[in-house]
């Protein structure tokens, strides 16, 4: 039958290699952006945030891009493993408004 | 810390009857939010209250709808009479950055609602 509901974008990977994850802002005035990733049956979790005076930020296999020209962040996360399938968000410092997010899914 | 904790955890109801969900937040954080998330229309923010005022209730879906701080170290949504579209998983988050959300915030496993 049709599937209803939400067209989420989905991003499929295969273990080991890097993924990036996309997500457009609207408020060039938004200062701080935050990344959650949401697992299968629980609640967002932060992932890495940045600052707008701040291009790149590193984590632990995670990096997140700002570019505010073109007011877009993306999650790049390195040698991708099946525990990072799920679904990814992004947030903007002027509302907690969470987009469709981007499933992620790993290939073993 | 024990995190955000949501009571309960499931809810299975029947249309008409009135549903309260629990929401402790994170001890010392003063922004609270209240989010549904459903496959329709993904995680959706209803309200959100900042130092127990509620600031945003532009989200809230109708007047069945209602939300509650008290103090701050707790809220309530309420939904009387409930419906079965209600039924979604509903979640609580709670942030120390003030009227400005500049820190992260801290999600609880959120509650699950059938209504039947």
């Known amino acids: 039958g049709e599937s209803v509901g939400l067209h989420l974008p989905t991003l499929s990977v295969q273990e080991g290699d890097n993924s990036i994850i996309n997500c457009a802002y609207s408020n060039s005035a938004s200062d701080y952006f935050i990344w959650y990733k949401q697992e299968s049956g629980k609640g967002p979790q932060f992932i890495i945030d940045?600052?707008?005076?701040?291009d790149k930020r590193q984590g632990q296999r995670v990096t997140v891009l700002l570019n505010k020209t073109v007011k877009h962040l993306s999650l790049q996360i390195a040698a991708t493993q099946p525990g990072d399938s799920a679904v990814y968000f992004c947030a903007e410092s002027n509302d907690m408004r969470f987009g469709a997010g981007t499933r992620l899914t790993v290939k073993p | 810390d024990a995190g955000v904790i949501q009571s309960p955890r499931h809810e299975v109801t029947e249309m008409g009857q009135e549903v309260t969900l629990r929401c402790k937040p994170i001890s010392g954080h003063n922004s609270l939010f209240w989010y549904r998330q459903t496959m329709m229309r993904g995680l959706e923010l209803l309200i959100y209250f900042n130092n127990n005022v509620p600031i945003d209730d532009s989200g809230m879906p109708e007047d069945r709808f209602s939300a509650k701080m008290p103090n701050a170290s707790f809220s309530t949504l309420k939904i009387q009479p409930s419906e079965p579209r209600d039924s979604a998983v509903y979640f609580c988050?709670?942030?120390?950055?003030?009227?400005?959300?500049?820190?992260?915030?801290?999600f609880g496993q959120g509650t699950r609602l059938t209504v039947v």
């Open positions: 940045i600052r707008s005076n701040m």
């Open positions: 988050a709670s942030t120390g950055g003030g009227g400005k959300i500049n820190t992260e915030a801290f």
